[in-house]
T-cell receptor
């Protein structure tokens, strides 16, 4: 089955630690995205990548980093510089938003900072 | 500033009781408006794309419509399995790289 796999589903982190969230897709999509979802707020774009070895900051990139070394993979690192990292993180992919606005989402990763 | 506002925040319906969800938007040139469904603890699932005023799309008990200022998601004779959060998003002509999401309407349908 084609789709997007995010891991881990739940993650607990102590303050001051970096954590990396995994996102893998087998849809052969060029574009991949990371969103953050908080209660009472819309999905907010963290980073996106439209091609391998290239990525752009979204609206709330501070305290986060990404890489895109392979078409299938787009990991997100939540660094200790992110002041309020507890949230639900969603990875998505598409053939390219300039072509279609349809995003395919993973099941999400819930990060809790203790 | 491009903006999306959804109302109501939450809606409780009896099974079979039809209603509508609203998505108002302000965008400098609309390229597309999108509806997604999100179940608790899951990622959103794409439902519809609307591109121009007057356009309508249907899927089972759901029908989405679009005007120049807002979109409606009409739910006819809902069932408990329609319970979910419904998200609206817009894409601006001047920046097709991203979608701007509303905060969603949480729908609960009771038997």
């Amino acid at each position: 089955d084609g789709g997007i796999t995010q891991s881990p589903k739940y993650l607990f982190r102590k303050e001051g630690q970096n954590v990396t969230l995994s996102c893998e897709q087998n849809l052969n999509h060029d574009a991949m995205y990371w969103y953050r979802q908080d209660p009472g707020q819309g999905l907010r774009l963290i980073y996106y990548s439209q091609i391998v070895n290239d990525f752009q900051k979204g609206d709330i990139a501070e305290g986060y980093s990404v890489s895109r070394e392979k078409k299938e993979s787009f990991p997100l690192t939540v660094t200790s510089a992110q002041k309020n990292p507890t949230a639900f993180y969603l990875c998505a992919s598409s053939v390219g938003l300039a072509t279609t606005g349809e995003l395919f989402f993973g099941e999400g990763s819930r990060l809790t900072v203790l | 500033e491009d903006q999306v506002t959804q109302s109501p925040e939450a809606l409780r319906l009896q099974e079979g009781e039809s209603s509508s969800l609203n998505c108002s938007y302000t965008v400098s040139g609309l390229r597309g408006l999108f509806w997604y469904r999100q179940d608790p603890g899951k990622g959103p699932e794409f439902l519809f794309t609307l591109y121009s005023a007057g356009e309508e799309k249907e899927k089972e008990r759901l029908k989405a419509t679009l005007t120049k200022k807002e979109s409606f998601l009409h739910i006819t004779a809902p069932k408990p399995e329609d319970s979910a959060t419904y998200l609206c998003a817009v894409q601006a002509v001047r920046n097709t790289d991203k979608l701007i999401f509303g905060t969603g309407t949480r729908l609960q349908v009771f038997p």
